[in-house]
């Protein structure tokens, strides 16, 4: 299995172009999520998804959309980048939550370390 | 607005020291704290907690979570250079989804 594999690994940008952050993970999970790493800030949960055809809002959504059309994929669009939009990227996947002491793990992949000039 | 705050943010020490990362939250679906490790690339996993006073221990790794004043400690004891790491909380909700929202996380950096 591959696990979680995030493409690009590296992507600069200019303001005010789109560009699309691809997540595909090979484990038949059923929740999906994208995460933003900022110094001093820890993971910020972006968007997440619960199965495929649907998604939810984290804590900073603005200025990202994203979609579930399969359970493997989970893009993350950007479409007009912004400068604070500067970032490292990470998609996880796990499956949903069991009972209640038990704990599906989040499976992060490498991340997307974005530039926005 | 639920929240998860860690202290210290950065934390310099010498091989051998003994440390703790404090961890306390501020959330209205608490179901458990987890504790992640990140090194130069994605966090892994260390340490899941949903009941008070139950210590989990891992090697030189061990942490107990406080339900009532709502907090968690991760111990690191005898610490070396490879500890060497970002050290994230998160707090997973109730309801059956996998949704985190993590602290910022401390910053470890043990010298030789």
């Known amino acids: 299995n591959a696990g979680v594999t995030q493409t690009p690994k590296f992507q600069v940008l200019k303001t005010g172009q789109s560009m699309t952050l691809q997540c595909a993970q090979d484990m038949n999970h059923e929740y999906m999520s994208w995460y933003r790493q900022d110094p001093g800030m820890g993971l910020r949960l972006i968007h997440y998804?619960?199965?495929?055809?649907?998604?939810d809002q984290g804590e900073v959504p603005n200025g990202y959309n994203v979609s579930r059309s399969t359970t493997e994929d989970f893009p993350l669009r950007l479409l007009s980048a912004a400068p604070s939009q500067t970032s490292v990227y990470f998609c996880a996947s796990s499956r949903l939550a069991g009972g209640f002491s038990s704990y599906n793990e989040q499976f992060f992949g490498p991340g997307t370390r974005l530039t926005v000039l | 607005e639920d929240k998860v705050v860690q202290s210290p943010l950065s934390l310099v020490v010498h091989e051998g020291d003994t440390v703790t990362l404090n961890c306390s939250y501020e959330v209205t679906n608490f179901r458990s704290l987890l504790w992640y490790k990140q090194e130069k690339k994605a966090p892994t996993f260390l340490f899941m907690l949903t009941s008070s006073g139950i210590e989990k221990k891992s090697g030189r790794l061990s942490s107990i979570l406080d339900k009532k004043e709502l907090f968690s400690i991760l111990n690191i004891t005898a610490t070396q250079t490879g500890d060497s790491a970002i050290y994230l909380c998160?707090?997973?909700?109730?309801?059956?989804?996998?949704?985190?929202?993590f602290g910022q996380g401390t910053t470890l950096q043990v010298k030789p």
């Open positions: 998804s619960v199965g495929a055809g649907i998604t």
């Open positions: 998160a707090v997973i909700y109730t309801g059956n989804t996998g949704k985190l929202i």
